[in-house]
């Protein structure tokens, strides 16, 4: 895949006084026949994440094996890092030695994978923005709705450049948190099971009310352009008033949610520290792993509802686009 930049074709101006009636006609009855087309042609749903996945498949299959292999290397930190710790207490330099290169391969394959997906996302958001404009001129749609949707449209490409990798991150992080804790200390994994299913329950409470309020903000977003090609002061005001307002009580649901569970990860950071205090008084390079691990595991839990409300958000912007 080549990492070329994208060159866009030069946009010729048309000559001010040489366009007859007849001719602008023409036009009027070409940009006519085109937007029949795009009537016509556009593909049902080609807004929705299946469709994207299907449409650039390759292209994204290449971005998350190189990410998946990061999260690989990544989640060997901990291990790597307590054995650094061992070896030079110890007066060993091996173990400094594989830390380093460990540390070397995952930033390698992270400037890889980031130069790549800018590359790739920038150019799926060209060809997506393309279509749902031509799609929904196509069908009459009020302009200011167009340019709204279309902005709005970078979110389903932001799914796919930004909530994909983080969605897979907190996967690695929760799920290979807990088995390298399991592989540490099987009586961890109780509290850290426990932990999930609270987070579980918070989380699917925190979803349904953050889809509502994503809605509400999007009605109003779309607003947007009327309320500024009105130019009614009060009307402007009033418009960035109610989204602040929605704004606000997400914001106000989400301080709650992380309250919650911080509440709880805080029962499994102090359940670690008196069980690996008391099992390795005198092995520091294990604590330090063990600690690690658990850190790891709360950063994947907590991330959970960073991803719901993003994929409440998403839902609302699918339905919009479609």
């Known amino acids: 895949m080549s ?21 602008a006609c023409s036009a009027a009855s070409a940009d006519s026949a085109s937007l029949a087309d795009a009537r016509d042609t556009a593909e049902p749903g080609f807004c929705s994440l299946r469709t994207l996945c299907r449409t650039h498949r390759w292209r994204l299959l290449v971005t998350y094996a190189v990410f998946n292999l990061e999260n690989v290397a990544m989640l060997a930190t901990p291990w790597a890092l307590g054995y650094a710790i061992d ?3 110890h007066s060993s330099a091996r173990g400094l030695v594989f830390f380093g290169v460990q540390q070397f391969l995952v930033l390698l394959l992270g400037a890889t994978r980031r130069l790549y997906d800018a590359r790739v996302f920038s150019r799926i958001y060209s060809d997506l923005a393309t279509r749902l404009v031509l799609k929904q001129r196509g069908q009459n749609v ?27 991150q907190a996967l690695y992080a929760t799920v290979g948190g807990l088995v390298m804790l399991l592989s540490r200390d099987p009586l961890l994994l109780p509290l850290g099971l426990a932990l999930m299913v609270a987070v579980l329950s918070v989380s699917r409470l925190y979803g349904r009310k953050t889809l509502l309020l994503n809605g509400r903000l999007n009605d109003q977003l779309e607003r947007e352009v009327e309320m500024i090609s009105d130019g009614s002061p009060a009307a402007i005001r009033g418009h960035y008033e109610r989204v602040a307002g929605w704004n606000i009580r997400l914001a106000n649901w989400e301080a709650m949610n992380f309250s919650l569970l911080d509440l709880c990860t805080l029962c499994l950071l102090g359940g670690a520290l008196v069980r690996t205090c008391l099992a390795a008084p005198s092995d520091p390079g294990r604590i330090f ?33 479609s």
């Open 289 to 321: 792993t063990t600690f690690g691990y658990v850190q790891m595991f709360m950063a994947g839990v907590l991330s959970l509802p960073v991803l719901v409300r993003q994929f409440s958000r998403l839902r609302d912007i699918g339905r919009r686009l």
């Open 3 to 23: 990492f070329a930049a994208i060159e866009c074709p030069p946009i010729e101006a048309d000559e001010p006084w040489s366009t007859t009636p007849d001719d």
């Open 142 to 168: 009020e302009v200011s709705r167009v340019a709204a949707r279309s902005a709005l449209s970078r979110e389903v490409v932001n799914f796919f450049e930004r909530d994909v990798p983080f969605a897979l």
């Open 87 to 89: 070896g030079l207490l």
